[in-house]
């Protein structure tokens, strides 16, 4: 069964730091690109970081340079470390398989399948 289970939210000052994690089941991790996706209140949800199998990394230009995404595939964990974090970065942070030419705009989740995500606060 698939599963993707995130964690390492929280609340966080402007100008600060946090570590996202995500454990998938191995049947889906080994195989696929991983990507980190945000849903803001009132906004659609958007990919903002993609890992291919074999590390290749691609993301969001609001996030370039403040977002780092890593994969382990020996622990079938995916992280997104994130830095300089702004108040327009809140939001339920999801990780998901996807498929697709590799570029932030050409890749898709794989299916319909949505953990349960983590909440990213950011605000003084």
């Known amino acids: 069964q698939v599963q993707l289970v995130e964690s390492g939210g929280g609340l966080v000052q402007p100008g600060g730091s946090l570590r996202l994690s995500c454990a998938a089941s191995a049947s889906i991790f080994s195989n696929y690109a991983m990507g980190w996706y945000r849903q803001a209140p009132g906004k659609q949800r958007e990919l903002v970081a993609a890992?291919?199998?074999?590390?290749?990394?691609n993301y969001r230009d609001s996030v370039t340079g403040r977002f780092t995404v890593s994969r382990d595939n020996f622990k079938n964990t995916v992280y997104l470390k994130m830095f300089s974090l702004k108040p327009e970065d809140t939001a339920v942070y999801y990780c998901k398989n996807l498929i697709g030419y590799f570029s932030i705009t050409g890749l898709r989740p794989r299916d319909d399948y949505w953990g349960q995500g983590t909440q990213v606060t950011v605000s003084s």
């Open positions: 890992i291919s199998s074999f590390g290749r990394t």
